[in-house]
């Protein structure tokens, strides 16, 4: 078969399933003018992409260190700004170090890429994000795939093979499904078998303050590793990995994700750390989310989810796609989960509940998404 005609099948496959996928540019202001159309399709939990404090930050940065970190982190591409950046990290959420990558995928694939080989077990929940499904394939460790949120299962697995070196993987809130990790429960029984838990908190840190680990007091653990994402809550770009130094010192001599890319961009990680000072000094910003996406989680009658983002399930792709397209219509703007992005193939309208917009906007956003989609229910 021709590249040109695998192309083509390939194309009207995913046209057949309902699955074609587009990119659609925005303009700079669709998400902060009024004139424009209200966004709850983002990441931007706390609306601190366009923080004037975070926008100056990003912009200085830009002038003093230019462009790009210009080189690898090990090279030259080692700023004093990623090292307060970090220092800022680490003390937010209560751990004793952390190193920051160009994205959270690549925090995540470091993680595991270095920590897991070969002969190494590697447990994961079914509901893992799609960059440490990834990690793991990278890794080539073991791999034990266990149900979601299943305790009793991990502790299986983790019995099933005494003395192998094991991570185990969770995210703190689960960006599908939008539900929390039993978190306290997975650290026990990671202890009593030598095991790292390794806890993505993509969608916890910010929304829970220094997220769900810090919370529940595993935080500083040995045997507890966090990674995380500056492009959510943060509202920048790039990623970090938090936990025992040790661990960090492994990641910086042997994560190939990590080595063989260049440094987070000046600009990203004055954002972030801005950012980070941002959520550190206004809590009420995490209380809004938390009433926000409440409230419409009850007028829909779908469970209120740990995080800042609202699931709705819809019958088909196809359903996902038009009621996304009639709210658009209505100048809100949502996303929508469909097959692969979903781990059990439900396809559901995905509705940010950040805090980045005003209680106005919010109304008439909830008001709108309850008359398109609330009936189904
Ligand atoms: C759970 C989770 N982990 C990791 C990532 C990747 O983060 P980034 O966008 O910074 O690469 C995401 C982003 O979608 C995510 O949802």
């Not at 990290?89 to 694939?109: C, E, V």
């Not at 829970?208 to 007091?217: E, Q, S």
């Not at 469909?338 to 805090?355: E, F, H, K, N, Y």
């Given at each position: 078969?021709?590249?040109?005609?695998?192309?083509?099948?390939?194309?009207?496959?995913?046209?057949?399933?309902?699955?074609?996928?587009?990119?659609?540019?925005?303009?700079?202001?669709?998400?902060?003018?009024?004139?424009?159309?209200?966004?709850?399709?983002?990441?931007?939990?706390?609306?601190?992409?366009?923080?004037?404090?975070?926008?100056?930050?990003?912009?200085?940065?830009?002038?003093?260190?230019?462009?790009?970190?210009?080189?690898?982190?090990?090279?030259?591409?080692?700023?004093?700004?990623?090292?307060?950046?970090?220092?800022?990290?680490?003390?937010?959420?209560?751990?004793?170090?952390?190193?920051?990558?160009?994205?959270?995928?690549?925090?995540?694939?470091?993680?595991?890429?270095?920590?897991?080989?070969?002969?190494?077990?590697?447990?994961?929940?079914?509901?893992?994000?799609?960059?440490?499904?990834?990690?793991?394939?990278?890794?080539?460790?073991?791999?034990?795939?266990?149900?979601?949120?299943?305790?009793?299962?991990?502790?299986?697995?983790?019995?099933?093979?005494?003395?192998?070196?094991?991570?185990?993987?969770?995210?703190s809130?689960?960006?599908?499904?939008?539900?929390?990790?039993?978190l306290?429960?997975?650290?026990?029984?990671?202890?009593?078998?030598?095991?790292?838990?390794?806890?993505?908190?993509?969608?916890g840190?910010?929304?829970h303050g220094p997220g769900l680990v810090a919370r529940h007091g595993l935080a500083?653990?040995?045997?507890?590793?966090?990674?995380?994402?500056?492009?959510?809550?943060?509202?920048?770009?790039?990623?970090?990995?938090?936990?025992?130094?040790?661990?960090?010192?492994?990641?910086?001599?042997?994560?190939?994700?990590?080595?063989?890319?260049?440094?987070?961009?000046?600009?990203?990680?004055?954002?972030?750390?801005?950012?980070?000072?941002?959520?550190?000094?206004?809590?009420?910003?995490?209380?809004?989310?938390?009433?926000?996406?409440?409230?419409?989680?009850?007028?829909?009658?779908?469970?209120?989810?740990?995080?800042?983002?609202?699931?709705?399930?819809?019958?088909?792709?196809?359903?996902?796609?038009?009621?996304?397209?009639?709210?658009?219509?209505?100048?809100?703007?949502?996303?929508?989960?469909?097959?692969?992005?979903?781990?059990?193939?439900?396809?559901?309208?995905?509705?940010?509940?950040?805090?980045?917009?005003?209680?106005?906007?919010?109304?008439?956003?909830?008001?709108?998404?309850?008359?398109?989609?609330?009936?189904?229910?």
């Amino acid at each position: 078969m021709s590249w040109q005609t695998w192309l083509e099948a390939a194309a009207t496959a995913r046209e057949e399933a309902g699955l074609t996928r587009q990119l659609r540019p925005r303009g700079p202001h669709d998400a902060t003018s009024k004139a424009h159309s209200i966004d709850l399709a983002g990441n931007d939990y706390l609306g601190l992409s366009g923080h004037l404090d975070v926008r100056r930050a990003a912009a200085e940065a830009a002038m003093l260190w230019g462009g790009g970190a210009g080189a690898s982190r090990l090279v030259t591409g080692t700023l004093t700004l990623h090292g307060e950046l970090e220092a800022e990290l680490a003390d937010w959420l209560g751990q004793p170090g952390a190193l920051t990558f160009s994205s959270g995928y690549h925090a995540n694939l470091s993680v595991v890429s270095a920590l897991a080989d070969k002969s190494a077990h590697v447990v994961s929940d079914a509901h893992i994000h799609a960059s440490l499904i990834d990690a793991v394939r990278l890794s080539r460790s073991q791999l034990t795939v266990v149900p979601h949120n299943n305790v009793a299962a991990v502790q299986a697995a983790l019995a099933a093979r005494p003395g192998v070196r094991t991570l185990v993987l969770a995210e703190s809130v689960y960006s599908v499904l939008g539900d929390e990790a039993p978190l306290i429960e997975l650290a026990e029984v990671c202890a009593a078998y030598g095991a790292l838990l390794v806890v993505d908190e993509a969608h916890g840190v910010g929304v829970h303050g220094p997220g769900l680990v810090a919370r529940h007091g595993l935080a500083g653990r040995p045997d507890v590793l966090v990674t995380a994402t500056l492009s959510k809550s943060l509202g920048s770009q790039g990623g970090a990995v938090l936990g025992p130094r040790a661990v960090l010192d492994h990641l910086v001599n042997t994560a190939r994700p990590f080595i063989f890319d260049t440094g987070l961009a000046p600009a990203s990680a004055a954002a972030a750390l801005a950012a980070a000072r941002v959520a550190r000094s206004r809590p009420e910003l995490a209380d809004t989310i938390r009433a926000r996406v409440t409230g419409l989680a009850k007028t829909l009658g779908v469970p209120a989810p740990a995080g800042a983002v609202l699931s709705v399930p819809v019958p088909s792709p196809e359903a996902a796609v038009a009621a996304q397209a009639e709210l658009l219509a209505e100048g809100v703007r949502v996303g929508c989960f469909r097959p692969p992005s979903v781990p059990d193939g439900v396809s559901r309208l995905r509705v940010t509940a950040g805090a980045g917009v005003t209680d106005e906007e919010w109304e008439r956003a909830a008001k709108a998404i309850d008359a398109i989609v609330g009936g189904d229910r």
